[in-house]
C-alpha cells in the first residue's frame, strides 16, 4: 500500500513557475508526476523510473524537472515557464513494480491564466 499527498498547486500567470511536492509513504520502485486536464484523460508528465532514469512528456522538456528526496520520501515537480495548457489537476504517482502507476495521490490543481 503506498499513500501519496501532493502539494504546491495553484494559479499563477503564464510564464511563472510552481514547485509540486509529494510525499510517499510505503514503498515504490517509480514515482511520477500525472496529470488531468478537462474533458481529457489522465497522462505521464514526469515519471523517475527506479530512482535512476526520467521520462518527459514532449510538451514539457525543457520547461519542467522531476527529483526525488529518497531521505525524505519526497518527489518533486518544478515547473517553469508555465503555459495555459498546463492547466490541469496534477497528481502524483506509484509503481510498485517500477512500471505499471498503480497509486495517485488526490490532486492538486494548476490553473495558468493568460
Known amino acids: 500500500q503506498v499513500r501519496l499527498v501532493e502539494s504546491g498547486g495553484g494559479s499563477v500567470d503564464v510564464g511563472g513557475s510552481l514547485r509540486l511536492s509529494c510525499v510517499a509513504s510505503?514503498?515504490?520502485?517509480?514515482l511520477g508526476w500525472f496529470r488531468q486536464r478537462k474533458g481529457e484523460e489522465r497522462g505521464a508528465v514526469a515519471v523517475i523510473y527506479n530512482g535512476a532514469s526520467t521520462y518527459y512528456a514532449d510538451d514539457v522538456q525543457g520547461r519542467f524537472t522531476i527529483s526525488q528526496d529518497n531521505s525524505k520520501n519526497m518527489v518533486y515537480l518544478q515547473m517553469n515557464n508555465l503555459k495555459p495548457d498546463d492547466t490541469a489537476m496534477y497528481y502524483c504517482a506509484a509503481a510498485t513494480n517500477g512500471i505499471d502507476f498503480d497509486y495517485y495521490g488526490q490532486g492538486t490543481q494548476v490553473t495558468v491564466s493568460s
Open positions: 510505503g514503498r515504490a520502485r517509480s
